[in-house]
């Protein structure tokens, strides 16, 4: 099925550790993203890429790094991971046309103990 | 800069029972808004999306929403409950006609049904 898929599913890590969260949409869209979310915040744009080739931060960076590797995939990667990036990670897509909404994945769980 | 707030972190309704979830934006451009539902353990699934024209919208599962721009809301409603729409709700909002789109959320309500 067309969509977004994230991996892996559910992770823990260690305080200092270091993971990439993979991405990859099948849908030539152009515009992809990376979000957490925590409760009774919403969500909150960590990373985004308008188009192949660039990349740009969101409302909260820090501690991420991302990569657009092609077309298809956006992967996002923790350097040195702290508790405070305990939280679940969401990947989206979206077309050309923004009128369309975005396609999320299934997200990511993330702790960091 | 967009934002969005939502009026209530926690909503229970009675099965049957009219849904009513209130969102409020603030944008300098004329907005695309947008609702989301998540169900537990799931990503987030589009409901239903306002951009231009007709300023009341009609989504999947029963729900709608209106745009009042003199008002700066984007409420949602659903008629009568059902056991399935317990989940959370996210509204957001992009601007319209800028080049990248960013979404911003509110902070989402959760829908609780009773029997």
């Known amino acids: 099925n067309a969509g977004v898929t994230q991996t892996p599913k559910f992770q823990v890590l260690k305080t200092g550790q270091s993971m990439t969260l993979q991405c990859a949409q099948d849908m030539n869209h152009n515009s992809m993203y990376w979000y957490r979310q925590d409760p009774g915040m919403g969500l909150r744009l960590i990373y985004y890429?308008?188009?192949?080739?660039?990349?740009d931060k969101g409302e909260v960076p820090n501690g991420y790094n991302v990569s657009r590797l092609n077309k298809r995939e956006f992967s996002l990667r923790l350097e040195s991971a702290a508790p405070s990036q305990t939280s679940v990670y969401f990947c989206a897509s979206r077309g050309q046309v923004a009128n369309y909404g975005y396609t999320f994945g299934s997200g990511t769980r993330l702790t960091v103990v | 800069a967009q934002s969005v707030t939502q009026l209530g972190s926690h909503v229970s309704v009675s099965e049957g029972a009219l849904v009513l979830l209130r969102c409020n934006y603030s944008?300098?451009?004329?907005?695309?808004l947008f609702w989301y539902v998540q169900y537990p353990n799931q990503g987030l699934q589009l409901l239903l999306k306002y951009t231009t024209g007709a300023t009341l919208v009609k989504g999947i599962n029963g729900f709608e929403a209106e745009f009042k721009k003199s008002e700066t809301s984007f409420h949602l409603t659903k008629p009568s409950a059902h056991m399935s729409d317990a989940a959370e709700y996210f509204c957001a909002v992009t601007l319209g006609g800028s080049n990248d789109y960013k979404l911003s959320f509110g902070a989402g309500t959760t829908v609780t049904v009773r029997a």
């Open positions: 944008s300098s451009v004329p907005p695309y």
């Open positions: 890429s308008a188009s192949e080739g660039t990349t």
